[in-house]
């Protein structure tokens, strides 16, 4: 357990709005990573970290910006909520444990845009 | 394209079979990620391999980098074994990984 928290875990949106989801971590890891998981789909990635302000787009990023000002904190914003951005959104950071390098998941959170 | 297969979709089994699940992945890796996802959500990493085959308690994974394949057993299956099963890969000089839509594992008591 890697100590990520993602916050909201729930939120209930309309289209148009603005919406920022927070993932915290504590174990000082550099790279840190946003997913969106939707059924018949793998975990796809958003945006990645791999530094304070170092930042770069992932398969699916149209609709989705990051920041990441502390190493423990990385921000995923969607500028302007749509209803295809429903989804189940995981932030994970990559470490190293007994068995090799592993990523880390938060506990998701699930977002629903009316 | 960098793509990941797993197979079976969907797997019921009674308690005590002897699991495997396949990962096909169709160029050459860096490494590749078992994960388990209960049904709660919550994502945990199994294994990481780049060769070979790696154990832990009733879970063994192994990989076949000619043939671009990996496998995840899992011995004396229990109810709590009960999951979807995720197959991942990373490439040389990417820090990404692109991931398999998964195995619904079910054990039936």
């Known amino acids: 357990d890697a100590g990520i928290t993602q916050s909201p875990r729930h939120k209930v949106t309309e289209t148009g709005t603005p919406v920022t989801l927070r993932c915290h971590q504590t174990e000082n890891h550099r790279y840190m990573y946003w997913y969106r998981q939707d059924p018949g789909h793998g975990l796809r990635l958003i945006h990645y970290s791999y530094g304070v302000k170092d930042t770069d787009k992932g398969e699916v990023s149209d609709g989705y910006s990051v920041s990441r000002s502390k190493t423990e904190d990385f921000l995923l914003t969607l500028e302007s909520a749509t209803s295809s951005q429903t989804s189940v959104y995981f932030c994970a950071t990559r470490g190293t444990s007994e068995r090799g390098e592993t990523q880390y998941f938060g506990p998701g959170t699930r977002l629903l845009v009316l | 394209k960098n793509e990941v297969e797993q197979s079976p979709q969907n797997l019921t089994a009674q308690e005590g079979e002897f699991i495997t699940i396949n990962c096909s992945y169709s160029?050459?890796?860096?490494?590749l990620h078992w994960l388990q996802q209960h049904p709660g959500g919550g994502i945990v990493s199994l294994f990481m391999l780049s060769s070979g085959k790696k154990k832990h308690g009733r879970l063994i994974a192994t990989i076949n980098i000619q043939e671009k394949h990996s496998s995840l057993h899992i011995t004396a299956s229990h109810p709590r074994d009960s999951a979807v099963y995720i197959c991942?890969?990373?490439?040389?000089?990417?820090?990404?990984?692109?991931f398999g839509t998964g195995t619904r594992l079910t054990i039936i008591p």
């Open positions: 160029v050459g890796i860096s490494a």
């Open positions: 991942a890969v990373g490439f040389f000089g990417n820090e990404k990984l692109t």
